[in-house]
Every structure is written in structure tokens, then in C-alpha cells.
């Protein structure tokens, strides 16, 4: 008689596109999804409500470790073979323009057709921090979209609800939960593991992650990397 | 293999810091697996934290449970006996907190053989069972734990507030900040006549990366405690 298979392990993925480390660890769990006995969820979220929620201030306030930061994610970024480039004004993209359109019409796809959330989600991170491109505009989203497979008329219509209640309100639901479960930052993972929730914050806890998920951390991957550019 | 070879790794601490624990224990550990020339260096955290505009992170206080939480799993994972605090956010914000660091200061001067054990034993009262780590009796306590004979203890006990010490310990701390540390531990690897500096406890992949080594996981068969 076979063995019982293991019931797959959820594992939530609270994120939003605008920080560096959320691409990585974003990237590292979709390689883990072959890996590992997991059953990953993607949650796009508002990491400004995040911040609010948490009283929380953004890490590069301290210009010392903004200095650190912007080599680390160089350096991880290149061990991990996520094809990242600082855009040339980080300041306005992350604290002027920010993420609202782009966290909307990730939730209004995740609401009506989450198979393409992965990609979408993506060809975000390649347009804000691949090629140094808007994420704001209708015509960014929709770009993005097409690249993601999305047919275009499919990709207009969701593009058209963006401001719908039903969307606004999904995306500060998934914030709250996110809150709920402890968040002050993205990326927030949360492994569910006998029937208990587990929150890790960032895109450095994988092998302690996977010691608690019962899993085997082999490190980054890269030759299972996802991003063409 | 000549001594020429190994790779000086400089680890910049300070006993308050929960995460530096983690990180020396890691490095110690890795000695006998690394071709490295581990350096302990002890520094001001609340020194670094005030020069770089710095806060200390428990100010957040979803960062602060959260932390809690982390270090109780690293705890385990790394086979390190930490225990945490009732009140850490108040017991690190103390200013004579100062005190055991002029002490390391003064040891990592006159008697460096006994650096190791004695910043072990620090933390093993800090952070393990809760006690104190600023009164004379408790820095003699730790440094009779350490092995470091009485009369030793009682000379380096006597020159805690000697303008050396304090200078040495500006010194290091001044250091840690021109390599761009605004927390702890900051591990300062020298590799190809350049120094590469990493925050935290949590950066081993990249470190053995630049080093041109391997990680081998939290090595708990070679954990001290």
C-alpha cells in the first residue's frame, strides 16, 4: 500500500512590488514551489498601509543603512540571478509615485483570474526594477499585463475596475489580515504549520522557514530562475 | 595551510544585541570549518545607533513581538540558549550598559585569550538568565565564569574607567562606523585587500559567497552550550 501523501503545506506570500527584497523573495518561492510540499498563495497588498498599521517608517530613512541596502540588494540579487537594477530615482518611485493602481489591479486579477497573478506580478517587478519603468499608469498596467499572457480585452475590462469598491475594499482587507497576523513590512510570509500560523518578514528566513515546514533549504536556486528579460 | 592564507573576518559587537550572540556563535563555529582569522571586536551599538540617526528597532512594536518570535526560532535552530527579557526594550536602553563593553574593551587589551569566554558569558546573563551585567559584581561574576584568574579580573575591574579603555572603545566603534555599520553585528570580511562589511546575522551566503566557502547549515554538533 503507498505511503499517505502529505497534505500540502499553505503558504501565504503578503506582498507589494514596490520594495527590492519582496522581488527576491518573491522569486525564491516560486522556485520553491517545486520543491517543496507547499501550496503558495499570493497576496498583493499596500505596503503604505502596512506602514501606517505598524507606525512603521520606511529603512532607507537612516543614510547609512540606505548606503548598505542599495549595495545588499545588488549583491543578492546577483546570487540569486534576479535581474534587478536600482531605477534612477528610487526616492520618487518608491515614496512619490508608490503602488496604489498596481496593488489594485493585482487584487481585481487575483479576484477574477488568479492563474495569472504570478506572471503579472512579475512583469511588474521587471518594469519598476528591471527597466526602470512606470507601474502608475493605465498603459504601464496594462502593458505589464499583456506580457504576463493576459488577453488583452480581459486585461482592459479588469484594468476598468481598479477603482471599484469591490477591489479598493479586497486590497485593505488582505492589508488588515496581513496586520493581523503581526506584518510591519513586505514582504510577510506566512507558513501555516499545524494548523498554526507562522510569520517570517523579508527575503531572509528561507532555511529557518524550511526547517519549520519540515522541507530541505538548498539555497537560491538561480538555475530555476523565472525572470526573462 | 599558512596562517598567511586565512581571511580576517571582523565581527563588531555589543553584549545588548541578541542578534550579535547568533552571529558570534556562527562565526566561532565556523572557524574550524572556514579558512578564517576571526577578530572580536567589541563596540558601542548605542553609540553607532546615535551617530547614524539610527533607532533601535523595538520601537516598532509589531517588529518588537515579531522579534521575539524570531530570536525564540534562531534560538532553536541555532542551538543558542536565549531566553530573551521581560522588559528587553527598557534593560537595553540602560546606559551603563556601557560597562561590560569597557570591560571586553580592557580584556581585548591586556588578555585577549580570554575575549571569547567572556563575551559568552555576557550573554549567557543577559540574555539567558535574565541577570545583570553593569554592577562590578556581576562583571566580576562573568569573568570568574570565563576562567580569567582573580587577580586578572581585579585589575581589569579597577581600570574600567581609564581613558585608554574608553579611548580603545571610541576607537573600534569609531572603526565600525567609517566601514558604514549603523547597527549590530556588523562582520567586516577582508577578502583581496578589501573589506566587506554585512549587517546582521543573516547574511552567511553571501559571506561564505565572498570568502569563496560553503554554509553548512547552523552546525549545532559544534555549539558550545
Redesign the interface.
Known amino acids: 500500500m503507498a505511503a499517505p501523501v502529505q497534505a500540502r503545506k499553505t503558504v501565504e506570500f503578503f506582498y507589494d512590488v514596490l520594495s527590492p527584497y519582496t522581488w527576491l523573495a518573491f522569486e525564491v518561492m516560486c522556485r520553491y514551489q517545486q520543491k517543496w510540499n507547499i501550496d503558495l498563495k499570493l497576496r498583493p497588498f499596500f505596503l503604505a498601509g502596512i506602514m501606517k498599521g505598524?507606525?512603521?517608517r520606511p529603512p532607507a530613512m537612516?543614510?547609512?543603512?540606505g548606503?548598505?541596502m542599495t549595495k545588499?540588494v545588488l549583491?543578492?540579487t546577483d546570487?540569486y540571478k534576479v535581474p534587478f537594477n536600482w531605477p534612477s530615482n528610487p526616492t520618487e518611485v518608491m515614496f512619490v509615485k508608490g503602488s496604489v493602481n498596481a496593488g489594485r489591479f493585482l487584487t481585481a486579477v487575483d479576484m477574477s483570474c488568479e492563474q495569472y497573478l504570478e506572471e503579472l506580478t512579475r512583469q511588474l517587478f521587471l518594469r519598476i526594477y528591471y527597466r526602470d519603468e512606470d507601474i502608475t499608469e493605465p498603459a504601464s498596467l496594462l502593458s505589464a499585463a499583456m506580457k504576463a499572457g493576459i488577453p488583452e480585452d480581459l486585461a482592459k475590462q479588469l484594468l476598468s475596475t481598479i477603482k471599484d469598491q469591490t477591489v479598493k475594499d479586497r486590497l485593505r482587507e488582505t492589508t488588515q489580515t496581513a496586520?493581523d497576523y503581526?506584518?510591519?513590512g513586505s514582504p510577510t510570509i506566512v507558513a501555516h504549520v499545524d494548523g498554526k500560523p507562522k510569520?517570517f518578514?523579508g527575503s531572509?528566513?528561507f532555511?529557518?522557514m524550511a526547517?519549520?515546514l519540515g522541507e530541505k533549504w538548498h539555497?537560491?536556486l538561480p538555475e530555476l530562475a523565472k525572470a526573462k528579460i | 595551510m599558512a596562517d598567511a592564507d586565512k581571511k580576517v573576518i571582523e565581527l563588531f559587537y555589543d553584549t545588548i544585541s541578541p542578534y550579535s550572540w547568533i552571529a558570534f556563535e556562527v562565526l566561532c563555529r565556523y572557524r574550524s570549518r572556514w579558512n578564517i582569522d576571526l577578530r572580536l571586536r567589541p563596540f558601542s551599538l548605542a553609540a553607532v545607533v546615535t551617530e547614524?540617526?539610527?533607532s533601535p528597532p523595538g520601537r516598532?512594536?509589531?517588529?518588537l513581538?515579531?522579534m521575539g518570535?524570531?530570536l525564540m526560532?534562531?534560538a532553536h535552530?541555532y542551538k543558542i540558549p536565549f531566553r530573551g527579557r521581560k522588559d528587553p526594550n527598557n534593560d537595553m536602553a540602560n546606559k551603563d550598559n556601557i560597562k561590560p563593553m569597557f570591560l571586553l574593551t580592557a580584556v581585548s587589551m591586556d588578555c585577549p585569550q580570554h575575549l571569547e569566554r567572556l563575551t559568552r558569558e555576557l550573554w549567557l546573563r543577559f540574555w539567558s538568565r535574565e541577570e545583570d551585567i553593569t554592577q562590578p559584581a556581576s562583571l566580576e561574576a562573568a569573568a570568574t565564569a570565563a576562567g580569567i584568574p582573580a587577580d586578572q579580573t581585579a585589575a581589569l575591574l579597577a581600570k574600567l574607567q581609564d581613558e585608554t579603555v574608553k579611548a580603545r572603545l571610541t576607537e573600534t566603534t569609531q572603526e565600525a562606523?567609517r566601514h558604514?555599520?549603523?547597527?549590530a553585528p556588523t562582520i567586516v570580511a577582508h577578502v583581496g585587500g578589501k573589506p566587506h562589511?554585512y549587517?546582521?546575522s543573516?547574511?552567511f551566503?553571501?559571506i561564505a559567497?565572498v570568502l569563496g566557502e560553503e554554509?553548512q547549515?547552523p552546525l549545532t554538533e559544534l555549539a558550545h552550550l
Request: charged share 25%; no cysteine; hydrophobic share 45%.
Open positions: 505598524a507606525d512603521n537612516v543614510p547609512a543603512k548606503q548598505y545588499d549583491m543578492l546570487m496586520l503581526g506584518a510591519f510569520m518578514f531572509d528566513r532555511e529557518l526547517h519549520m539555497g537560491p | 547614524t540617526g539610527n516598532v512594536p509589531a517588529k513581538k515579531w518570535r524570531d526560532r534562531q535552530f562606523l558604514g555599520a549603523f547597527g562589511m549587517w546582521g543573516d547574511r551566503l553571501l559567497d554554509w547549515g
